[in-house]
């Protein structure tokens, strides 16, 4: 059912594609629905509503405690750069990779708080709360797992002997599964002891490039990111290079790959976040082109929604996709009257206003008649193209033909992602004059899409605010200090060490971090010292 739209709608991705499709401007939220698909297609999903902030909950920030405890600099109100995303219970988790935190959106009491103060938690990506209530979080700087009970103590380090780099977190009974940065596999460890049970993917090798991308051998992924699993056990992992999804069975046996590098519609860039609903659709984030994408266990693509913009509904670089069945209750206020949620679909979006969007996926009422009237409306009009269709016939989804492949410009293509994704993590380690050099690069190659040049730009801004913010933070520290050292000498001056006084006031007036009025009444102070000294030099014997 969900394929019939696809031709319908696939003309909205060619537009996009083609005339790079810039983000809307930022506008209030409106009241009117949003549907994907659009009229004429009957809706299937609902954007409900977006969380970036305590004030989307009427919650207060941070209080003046909890600022002091845990310092300013990581506890600005609001969701900076969501990631992973889970709900458990009414509560929102938001692993903020920009805050290196995980924040807590309590959706019943409208509170906004942090799940830990724990400093070993330093980087946390991905999170997963299973039906007890345990989360598990995936940190790669740390190199672990890091398991919360319930209540938020911290109870385990799951995999610190490994030496890995965990990306995504997924358990299945005894089982948890870890996407590893560094071997680019998918690694099973005992979610209890920690031990290593198996690893699923052919281990990376190194810098080997593939040339074509196409000639990319199974069950081999170039840079893993995400994965979840079916209720089969069957684990889907997400390749951002090698533009792919990978399925394996429970053994680690490879079964196929969906999606393949292009722009067509059913086609990615640079897939990141993966979720598997009850009926086995596949969604997948493509962050690059920024849209969710839902795939059948065939691969074929049945629905895409999103696209780039800061407008309810659409997404800005989104990072994760999460489907939810238990929290429906809480968001049915935000759904049209009549509407049947079957779940929810959260996504995060690390830039824009929406940084975590809810949307909700059924059936929906609407005036029949005016779709159907508007169905046919369109089917009548010629196409672009100058061939015709009869009416009532909808275009087919056709499988694209391999391409060839430009092996140069994917070369550099690559080189240019390296360069971001080491550029990111440089801005995320504070280093921001290098971030900032990676990012200049990135920009003038002339390689990236005009959502990914918007996106550095904003990056670009950030950084420069953060600069100015620590040079106005030094000048304010060298004032203090200056001021400091004008008292220091002030009291030399009254206790007639005069020597002290002048060595002092002389700093004073040559740090220029003075106004003009202070610098005359500094030099008025160095005249009296200096005609003191001389005299007092006159009348020594």
Request: hydrophobic share 40%; proline share 6%; with cysteine.
């Amino acid at each position: 059912m969900l394929r019939l739209v696809i031709s319908v709608v696939s003309a909205v991705w060619f537009v996009c594609v083609f005339s790079g499709c810039q983000p809307a401007e930022i506008k209030q939220e409106t009241s009117r629905p949003v549907f994907f698909p659009p009229a004429p297609e009957r809706p299937r999903l609902q954007f409900l509503k977006s969380f970036s902030g305590p004030e989307d909950l009427g919650a207060p920030g941070p209080g003046a405690f909890e600022k002091f405890v845990l310092g300013e600099p990581e506890t600005m109100e609001g969701i900076t750069t969501p990631y992973g995303v889970a709900i458990f219970e009414g509560k929102l988790y938001v692993c903020d990779v920009g805050k290196r935190m995980v924040e807590v959106l309590d959706l019943k009491n409208h509170t906004f708080g942090y799940l830990t103060k724990d400093r070993r938690l330093m980087n946390p990506v991905n999170i997963y709360i299973d039906n007890g209530g345990m989360k598990y979080i995936a940190d790669p700087t740390a190199g672990v797992v890091f398991v919360f009970d319930k209540s938020n103590n911290l109870k385990a380090m799951l995999g610190k002997e490994l030496n890995i780099s965990p990306i995504d977190v997924v358990i299945r009974g005894q089982r948890c599964y870890v996407t590893d940065f560094g071997s680019n596999q998918v690694i099973v460890l005992d979610k209890t002891t920690g031990g290593e049970i198996a690893r699923i993917g052919k281990k990376s090798q190194g810098q080997r490039q593939i040339k074509p991308l196409s000639e990319l051998p199974p069950g081999e992924i170039i840079l893993i990111s995400d994965l979840a699993l079916d209720e089969q056990d069957n684990v889907y992992v997400t390749d951002k290079a090698g533009a792919r999804i990978t399925k394996f069975d429970r053994s680690g046996t490879f079964k196929r790959t969906i999606g393949r590098l292009g722009d067509n519609i059913d086609e990615f860039v640079r897939p990141k976040g993966i979720a598997i609903d009850k009926d086995n659709r596949i969604w997948v984030v493509d962050a690059s082109t920024e849209v969710t994408k839902i795939y059948d266990q065939q691969a074929q693509l049945l629905l895409f929604f999103g696209l780039p913009g800061n407008e309810p509904g659409m997404m800005n670089l989104p990072a994760k996709v999460v489907v939810d069945y238990d929290n429906v209750e809480l968001f049915r206020e935000y759904a049209v009257e009549g509407a049947n949620i079957e779940f929810l679909v959260l996504v995060s979006n690390q830039y824009g206003l929406n940084k975590v969007s809810v949307y909700g996926f059924g059936s929906f009422p609407g005036p029949e008649r005016t779709i159907a009237e508007a169905r046919e409306l369109a089917l009548e009009r010629p196409s672009e193209n100058g061939l015709g269709r009869k009416t009532g016939e909808l275009p087919p989804l056709t499988k694209a033909e391999p391409r060839k492949i430009d092996v140069q410009r994917v070369e550099q293509q690559r080189e240019i992602a390296e360069l971001y994704y080491r550029s990111i993590a440089l801005y995320r380690a504070g280093q921001l004059e290098k971030a900032r050099e990676g990012f200049d690069k990135v920009l003038k190659s002339g390689l990236i899409p005009a959502a990914m040049a918007e996106t550095i730009g904003s990056y670009l801004v950030d950084i420069d605010n953060i600069l100015a913010k620590k040079q106005g933070l030094r000048q304010a520290e060298q004032q203090r200090e200056i001021a400091e050292l004008y008292y220091r000498s002030i009291a030399f001056y009254r206790a007639g060490q005069l020597e002290q006084a002048r060595e002092g006031l002389a700093k004073v007036l040559e740090s220029g971090l003075i106004p003009a009025l202070m610098a005359k009444t500094v030099e008025g102070y160095l005249a009296d010292i200096d005609n003191a000294l001389a005299k007092r030099q006159s009348l020594r014997p």
